[in-house]
């Protein structure tokens, strides 16, 4: 069916593309700033230790050293990185520059220089005197009751469950059940531009804030909390963001500089290099699953409990809202299993912090869920696509937990596509290959991830649309351009609507100054959300060019047809009127201007699900893994931008196979990071990728502009099931660790 | 400090460095030529890339010294005023930028690649990046983007 529509389902590139190519777009690091101040910190070289005494007597001595800020002279405000806005309840830990350093990597001192040189040299003339307290760097370390507590609450952090049915009566009657325990390491993000912030009192007295962030407005509450300033005199400004990931939702060392700027009354720039990066900046939480499952005769899945324990490392973070929001939320989207239980808690240790990434808490969860049901397969010889088909959630199907509506999920259609795709009938599940060396295996998964935080938060966007006096429009929405396509987006909408083409659209972002609140760019909320309120703030403009241009073409509103940037109308013998005009006459015969704000709350949280399949070859002798052919086939509701979209996808399999393959970040005994560079941390490069094909399905979704739903987070979690499935069955045995290094699946064979 | 001459972009220029200076410090800091990246300072992801002498390298381990007489091409150089390089525009269309950071490095790799050998098959494009990371792309797109560019490069 032809849907009439210009901009919506048709590939452009991403915002600012030209100025990327061209080196010309300015990141926070690139940014210049008359008589700016560089930065460095010294980091915690111990995994947890009391500052007794810091003296800063040579380093101060040093020509170029301005101030060095630590715990003795900054903030004691305690604060949550991932603290929203005003009034949210969140447990604060946090502190500029603690007293008790819990992690290696933690911020100890930090030094403002004429040059970044001078500031390094300074740090290393800083001599602390510590006070080493015993470390518990594992959540097997920290659950063990004579555990040093790191944190307060015996290192629980938090702690829930939640049921529905009757598990442990459907447990006992059922044919078969099967338990199993999988881990998860902790991962870095792998952004491509480190943490950059600069921050300067401007000449107009505003605080000003420069960062990659993804949620600036969060950040100015946060600022405004620590420093005791009013939020109208503070400014954040997000220039650009090389990567996001979720990294960025978190306040980090953005409070630093800040507090070097209102120490020494100059712009002041902190810039991490990789390594800091690594063992400063939040990983993704670590974490360790058990699973029971049981089953029919038939392959139905009657009863379902998981454990999850998460790593949250140092602080607080979203470690409680990871588990209650995310990950006992998604758990109950996917299968249609009446008895089902979920317990989560989350750990303090003295590894670093964990926080927000891309998934957020569902790579843990259906890496666990999609291993297990990979073994109750093979186990009941049953074809793994067979198994999904009699559990899978229906589009008409309820979350059995609330008993609400799921939306219209469509995890089956995207499996059928896929399997098509993939020729999944027509490969074998193992082979063995040249004699004997290789093992061939395939594997597939399906998992969801959400649309916002409909029901478990504040889920709205506030953006105001302007239409210029030649008829373009202006955009203003706190939105943050992170490289996943939301603006162009948003612009695709508002075009669409106005009947404008994309280009004559222009949006201004990333600046706590423009649009209203928002809520970030997490949770897969960009184009759900913030597309909604594009989607409501462009038809309250239509509305208002309707109201004027029928006044002025004398028609009825029912009659306007709106295209080419102008109003024309159905009734014979009346000329169109273009916007151009139409603004004109208004300013002048009514002295109203063409300008619209709205608030958008979210009416849904749907999930997004994702069908992924993939064949390996397994080296016998060194334990390597190649990864064939890969296919991916989403439930998004509505193509808005295809070329973005695959990308996205694309993007979120090369982070997966990662997560399958090799990303770890690993420790010494002491705690100290290992891979903390990307030769020790490595993500894919473009030839260990295999040959990737997508496919979407487009069955529309309630609450989504033209019926679209996310892409971001959901691309990322199925992935590394997949990949793991394929090789255990080519090796013949599950892997329960991830990543599958080769060692690991050497050590599998031989066992 | 010493003197060091050699050509950025075309424009012969001299300046006075540190010894222990890299090309990506005094490009960024000395030059303010900021599209070459810091994304790693240890010669892994190539977000620094620049054309020495028409070789694509990473100038964060490029010692300043060793570029004395030498000529360097950056991304701001590979554009002709408001025209875009094939490899630009390539990148453009095929939908291969996404966040941005690794852009310039990648598209300096093409350009180094494509100058040698302009008809490349996707394995060659694909080894040619090894020394280029994309979180963003899944180099899906990338490896589009420089098959397209190839294409145009040929038919002008």
């Not at chain 1, 810039?271 to 990066?277: A, D, G, I, K, T």
């Not at chain 1, 073409?553 to 009346?574: A, M």
């Amino acid at each position: 069916m032809k849907d009439n529509l210009n901009q919506i389902g048709k590939s452009f590139p991403i915002q600012d593309a030209a100025l990327k190519v061209t080196g010309a777009l300015r990141y926070t690091a690139d940014l210049k700033h008359p008589n700016e101040l560089q930065a460095k910190m010294l980091l915690s070289p111990h995994a947890h230790a009391r500052v007794i005494s810091l003296d800063t007597t040579e380093a101060e001595a040093l020509p170029g050293v301005v101030f060095i800020a630590h715990t003795f002279n900054a903030p004691e405000r305690a604060f949550n990185g991932q603290h929203k806005y005003v009034g949210h309840k969140i447990i604060e830990d946090e502190y500029l520059f603690p007293r008790i350093v819990r992690f290696v990597g933690d911020r100890v001192a930090s030094v403002a220089a004429e040059t970044a040189e001078i500031a390094a040299k300074a740090v290393k003339l800083i001599k602390v005197e510590y006070e080493v307290l015993p470390a518990v760097l594992s959540i097997d370390e920290a659950i063990k009751p004579d555990a040093p507590d790191i944190n307060g609450n015996q290192n629980l952090q938090f702690e829930m469950e939640s049921n529905t049915g009757d598990f442990d009566q459907a447990i006992n009657k059922c044919h078969k059940v099967y338990e199993a325990t999988y881990t998860f390491p902790a991962l870095h993000h792998a952004m491509m531009e480190n943490q950059a912030v600069s921050a300067s009192i401007e000449p107009d007295g505003l605080l000003t804030v420069w960062a990659p962030d993804q949620n600036s407005i969060a950040h100015k509450v946060i600022t405004s909390e620590i420093f005791n300033i009013p939020m109208h005199m503070i400014k954040c400004i997000t220039p650009a963001l090389g990567g996001g990931f979720g990294n960025r939702t978190d306040y980090n060392n953005i409070g630093v500089p800040i507090f070097l700027t209102l120490m020494t009354g100059r712009p002041v720039k902190l810039r991490y290099n990789r390594r800091e990066n690594i063992i400063g900046t939040n990983t993704r939480q670590g974490a360790k699953a058990t699973i029971k499952v049981g089953v029919d005769k038939d392959g139905h899945i009657v009863g379902q409990a998981l454990n999850m324990i998460t790593n949250t490392g140092a602080y607080a973070t979203c470690g409680g809202p990871i588990i209650l929001g995310a990950m006992s939320a998604k758990y109950y989207k996917m299968i249609k299993c009446p008895n089902m239980k979920f317990k989560g808690s989350s750990i303090y240790t003295n590894n670093p912090t964990g926080g927000a990434m891309r998934g957020y808490g569902s790579p843990q969860v259906f890496g666990t869920v999609c291993g297990i049901y990979n073994e109750i397969a093979k186990d009941l010889n049953m074809d793994i696509t067979d198994f999904y088909e009699k559990n899978l959630v229906d589009p008409d199907g309820i979350e059995q937990r609330k008993k609400t509506s799921l939306g219209n999920p469509r995890p089956k259609d995207a499996m059928h596509k896929g399997m098509e795709m993939f020729n999944w009938d027509k490969k074998p599940i193992r082979e063995v290959r040249e004699d004997g060396r290789y093992l061939y295996g395939k594997g597939m998964s399906v998992a969801c991830h959400g649309n916002g935080i409909f029901g478990v938060g504040r889920d709205m966007t506030a953006c105001t649309l302007r239409l210029n006096e030649d008829g373009t429009a202006l955009l203003s929405v706190c939105t943050h351009e992170m490289g996943s396509g939301c603006v162009i987006s948003l612009k695709q909408i508002v075009a669409e609507i106005l009947g404008l083409e994309v280009d004559e659209v222009r949006s201004i972002h990333g600046n706590t100054d423009v649009g209203g609140w928002s809520n970030g760019e997490s949770a897969s909320r960009g184009l759900f959300v913030e597309g909604g309120a594009a989607y409501k703030v462009a038809l309250q403009m239509k509305q208002r060019i309707a109201k004027y241009a029928a006044d002025y073409l004398r028609v009825k509103e029912d009659t306007l047809v709106f295209g080419n940037k102008e109003v024309s109308t159905t009734q014979l013998n009346c000329k169109p009127i273009k916007y151009i005009d139409l603004v004109s006459y208004v300013h002048e015969k009514y002295q109203e201007d063409f300008i619209e704000a709205c608030t958008y709350a979210s009416v849904a949280l749907p999930g997004s699900y994702g069908a992924h399949f993939a064949d390996v070859l397994v080296d016998t002798v060194t334990g390597k893994v190649k990864v064939l052919d890969y296919v991916a086939v989403h439930d998004v509701g509505k193509v808005i931008n295809p070329m973005i979209l695959e990308g996205q996808l694309e993007g979120g399999i090369h982070m997966g196979l990662g997560y399958a393959l090799s990303e770890e970040i690993t420790f010494d005994e002491k705690g100290k990071v290992t891979s903390d560079n990307f030769k020790k941390y490595h993500i894919l490069h473009a030839n260990e990728m295999p040959n990737i094909k997508t496919a979407f399905i487009e069955e529309g979704e309630y609450g989504g502009p033209y019926g679209a739903k996310s892409i971001g987070e959901a691309a990322t979690v199925p992935v590394a099931s997949a990949v793991l499935n394929a090789i255990s069955n080519a090796i013949g045995k599950q892997i329960h660790q991830s990543p599958a290094k080769p060692e690991r699946v050497l050590a599998l064979l031989k066992d | 400090m010493e003197l060091v001459s050699f050509e950025v972009n075309g424009k012969p220029l001299e300046i006075a460095v540190e010894k222990n200076w890299t090309l990506l410090k005094v490009l960024r800091e000395q030059l303010d030529l900021t599209g070459a990246k810091p994304g790693c300072e240890t010669g892994d992801c190539g977000a620094c890339k620049v054309l020495l002498d028409g070789k694509a390298v990473n100038s964060c381990t490029t010692n300043i010294m060793k570029v004395q007489g030498r000529s360097v091409i950056t991304i701001e150089g590979l554009s002709k005023g408001t025209e875009l390089h094939p490899i630009q525009s390539s990148f453009i269309e095929a939908g291969a930028v996404q966040c941005g950071y690794c852009t310039p490095g990648m598209i300096i790799t093409a350009k180094s690649l494509l100058d040698e050998n302009p008809h490349p098959t996707e394995q060659e494009i694909r080894d040619s990046l090894d020394n280029n990371l994309c979180r963003c792309t899944g180099y899906v797109k990338i490896v589009d983007a420089i098959q397209l560019a190839a294409k145009k490069m040929e038919e002008s």
